[in-house]
């Protein structure tokens, strides 16, 4: 966005009002997601912007873009028992979404580590990834450790970089866990999450 604008990052944050752009820099490496008050003053600067595409990476980055019309395959159990046999696993059940949001498929998920207290389930729109290598602090992925399933946020190790801590959205009630890498069978990041709450 800010080569779109065609502005040096310092600039960038001088013109949204930021008195330095070390915030700027963090969320470039993808230590911090944006805010929604960072995303307003974007969009204040240039309202061409798409304040979702911000928040969220989903659609396009300029309004005036046409949206896509993509159909992903939706697996509606819960992903404890369909996640490791994903690969051989064939749904008719699909999801159309008016955007690409670069995922292989959707799942459904009914786990209370990641969950609000009102949510019933999530919906996680997933991507798999095959080098563990690539996978960014504080982003969420759903892991497969025989003989489980885990959806967590993840804090890379300093200290031993062949091991990495899950940690919950919900910490008083489900503990931190710290996993070897070779024990991870399969790995997807959740590209996007859509909570059913309860009505």
Not at 26 to 49: E, M
Not at 72 to 85: C, K
Not at 96 to 121: G, H
Request: charged share 30%; aromatic share 8%; hydrophobic share 40%.
């Amino acid at each position: 966005m800010i080569e779109h604008l065609g502005l040096s990052i310092i600039t960038f944050a001088k013109q949204l009002g930021m008195p330095r752009p070390e915030s700027l820099y963090q969320i470039r490496k993808g230590n911090f997601g944006i805010s929604p008050d960072l995303a307003d003053r974007i969009v204040r600067l240039d309202p061409n912007i798409d304040r979702t595409w911000l928040l969220s990476g989903i659609g396009s980055m300029l309004k005036s873009k046409p949206l896509e019309s993509v159909t992903i395959p939706f697996y509606p159990q819960d992903m404890e028992e369909v996640m490791p046999f994903i690969s051989d696993t064939i749904t008719s059940t699909v999801v159309q979404v008016p955007y690409n949001v670069d995922c292989d498929y959707v799942v459904r998920t009914f786990s209370r580590p990641m969950s609000d207290p009102s949510t019933v389930a999530n919906d996680l729109f997933l991507k798999r990834i095959t080098n563990l290598d690539d996978m960014v602090q504080g982003n969420e992925y759903v892991m497969h450790i025989e003989p489980r399933v885990l959806w967590r946020k993840i804090r890379l190790l300093k200290e031993d970089d062949g091991k990495i801590r899950l940690v919950a959205r919900n910490r008083e009630d489900f503990p931190d866990i710290i996993v070897d890498r070779r024990d991870i069978k399969a790995c997807w990041r959740v590209v996007a999450r859509v909570a059913i709450l309860e009505s």
